[in-house]
C-alpha cells in the first residue's frame, strides 16, 4: 500500500464520520393530547414510533399500541409537520 493510497483511506474514514454525524438519525414530532408522547422517525429506514423517554434513564419506551388511535396520532403528527 502506497503511502498517497493510505491517506486516501484515512480522509474517506474522516468524511464518513463527520457525515454521520452531521445527519441525525431521527426526527422527533410530539403527539398531540398525549403530555411527554413522541412520535420517532427513523430517517434512514422511514420507520416511525410511538413513545416517550424515560426522564430517569434517558432510554426510548416504546408504546406497544398498535391500535387505529395510534397509527392516527401518528399520522396526524406527521401532517402538522408537513411530512
Not at 20 to 39: I, N, Q
Not at 49 to 61: K, S, Y
Amino acid at each position: 500500500m502506497t503511502r498517497r493510497r493510505w491517506w486516501l483511506g484515512v480522509a474517506a474514514l474522516v468524511v464518513a464520520v463527520l457525515l454521520h454525524a452531521a445527519v441525525p438519525r431521527y426526527s422527533w414530532l410530539p403527539v398531540a393530547g398525549e403530555p411527554g408522547g413522541l412520535v420517532r422517525i427513523d430517517r434512514w429506514t422511514g420507520r416511525a414510533e410511538w413513545g416517550r423517554l424515560d426522564p430517569a434513564t434517558g432510554a426510548w419506551r416504546l408504546f406497544v399500541d398498535p391500535t387505529a388511535k395510534a397509527i392516527a396520532d401518528i399520522d396526524r403528527a406527521l401532517a402538522s409537520q408537513g411530512k
